[in-house]
């Protein structure tokens, strides 16, 4: 697992590449999480809105998930480069969290189990 930190523009964030994980029974490949802090939760909320628009553009399905005790996205089915893997959005607060999981075969249900528990993991351990 590699964690990178940067600063862009309006944001601080921290990207991280898990080459392989394993949730119980499912291994994981080529994923990866970003948290990004934003200095105001509206500007974290446009940007999350922002990354559902441009996935729905690119052909991607917006479901409508929980993540923890806040709203979130999933976008998946998109086309073209970027946008073919599942990805789940959130907001909280100031900050953004980004999780993209990159394995075939798992029903939705499993899908959105996954997604879910990391972007709520996500949002626990980078609350202030």
Same mark, same amino acid.
Request: proline share 2%; charged share 15%.
């Given at each position: 697992?590699?964690?990178?930190?940067s600063? =862009?523009?309006?944001?601080?964030?921290?990207? $991280?590449? $898990?080459? =392989?994980?394993?949730? %119980?029974?499912?291994?994981?490949?080529?994923?990866?999480m970003?948290v990004?802090?934003?200095g105001?939760?509206?500007?974290?909320?446009?940007?999350?809105?922002?990354?559902?628009?441009? =996935?729905?553009a690119?052909?991607?399905?917006?479901?409508?998930?929980?993540?923890?005790?806040?709203?979130?996205? $999933?976008?998946? %089915?998109?086309?073209?480069?970027?946008?073919s893997?599942?990805?789940l959005?959130t907001?909280?607060g100031?900050?953004t969290?980004?999780?993209?999981? &990159?394995?075939?075969g798992?029903?939705?249900?499993?899908?959105?189990?996954?997604?879910? &528990?990391?972007?709520?993991?996500?949002?626990? &351990?980078?609350?202030?």
């Amino acid at each position: 697992m590699g964690l990178k930190f940067s600063q =862009y523009r309006e944001r601080t964030f921290a990207k $991280i590449a $898990i080459k =392989y994980m394993s949730i %119980g029974v499912v291994r994981l490949q080529e994923n990866e999480m970003t948290v990004a802090l934003y200095g105001t939760p509206a500007q974290a909320e446009k940007r999350a809105a922002g990354t559902v628009s441009d =996935y729905v553009a690119n052909g991607a399905t917006a479901t409508q998930v929980t993540v923890g005790d806040v709203p979130g996205t $999933i976008l998946t %089915g998109g086309l073209g480069a970027g946008y073919s893997v599942p990805l789940l959005v959130t907001s909280s607060g100031q900050r953004t969290v980004a999780v993209s999981l &990159n394995k075939s075969g798992l029903s939705a249900a499993k899908r959105t189990e996954i997604l879910s &528990n990391l972007g709520a993991l996500a949002l626990t &351990n980078t609350a202030s």
